[in-house]
């Protein structure tokens, strides 16, 4: 069963930190997280993934709809610390370039 | 590298619930056929997306009925490969594999099949005797 913590930083960043696999089974769980942040005013959404061990097509297509709800509410959705198995589907569906993974949470928001 | 064949097996109705076991069988599967990190992430990527794909759209719905579908997957771990075989009694599933290709950066859906033609060596489908039939090859890294 997949967990998904949800956090606010001092900076106004929100974290989802899906633990587990983020698959056709837990994707919308990371939809609902996303929309929570978003109607309590965070629309700056780091997902931290160091403790996500697989993602599907599905739980791309969640980051996508997340991508795209947080810049509709003027933020932005980054991704922090994926494996090796989450980076080779990010780049074998060319979404590493919009979703641009950084090495940490800390880092998702340093640049712009 | 793994020496020896392993052979793992599960039977389940069609319902998404059993998609975390064919999860936990693949984890197995490489675990003890002492796979590769990359053939892991190819096989478990494709076998997935696989099963995805069955439980979306191999799930009787038309006519509506109560009967409840079933699934049989089979799985092998040899020196050269890693195979799965799935077999459901649910629609029948036409597919294109030629027409497959990977959606635009903003789409939220529609990746699975292209997906797993992109992680391993071969992904097939037919239906026959009433079943679809789909099996996936990994051929092992050097």
New interface residues.
């Given amino acids: 069963m997949t967990e998904f913590t949800v956090e606010r930083t001092e900076r106004g960043i929100g974290v989802i930190r899906p633990v587990g ?1 983020l ?3 837990s994707a919308k769980q990371l939809t609902e997280a996303v929309a929570g942040l978003i109607d309590g005013g965070t629309a700056r959404i780091a997902v931290d993934l160091s403790a996500t061990e ?1 993602m ?3 739980g ?3 980051l ?2 997340g991508l ?1 709800t947080t810049r509709q509410a003027g933020g932005d959705l980054r991704l922090a610390a994926p494996n ?2 989450v980076l ?2 990010l780049r ?4 590493d ?2 979703l641009r993974p950084r090495d940490s949470v800390d880092e998702a928001f340093d640049r712009g | 590298m793994g020496d020896h064949d392993t052979t793992l097996s599960l039977r389940a109705p069609l319902f ?2 059993a ?2 076991q064919v ?1 936990d069988l693949v984890a197995r599967l490489c675990d003890t056929a002492s796979s590769s ?1 990359i053939d892991r ?1 190819r096989f ?2 494709a076998v ?2 696989i099963a ?1 794909n069955i ?2 759209h191999s799930r009787r719905t038309d006519p509506p009925s109560d009967e409840p579908r079933s699934f049989h997957i089979v799985l092998h771990g040899r020196p050269d490969e890693l195979t799965a075989e799935f077999r459901d009694d649910g629609r029948p599933v036409v597919i294109d594999f030629k027409a497959i290709s ?1 959606p635009g ?5 529609g ?2 099949l ?2 797993a033609l ?2 391993v060596d071969e992904v097939t489908h037919e239906h026959r005797d009433g079943l679809n039939i789909w099996r996936i090859v990994c051929r092992r890294s050097a």
């Fill in positions: 696999r698959t056709m089974v697989f599907d097509s599905s791309l297509g969640a996508v709809a795209k090796e198995q080779t589907i074998l569906t060319n979404l370039k919009v | 998404p619930e998609l975390e999860h990190t992430i478990e990527t997935i997306e995805n439980m979306e990977m950066e903003d789409a939220e859906a990746r699975g292209a997906l992109a992680t």
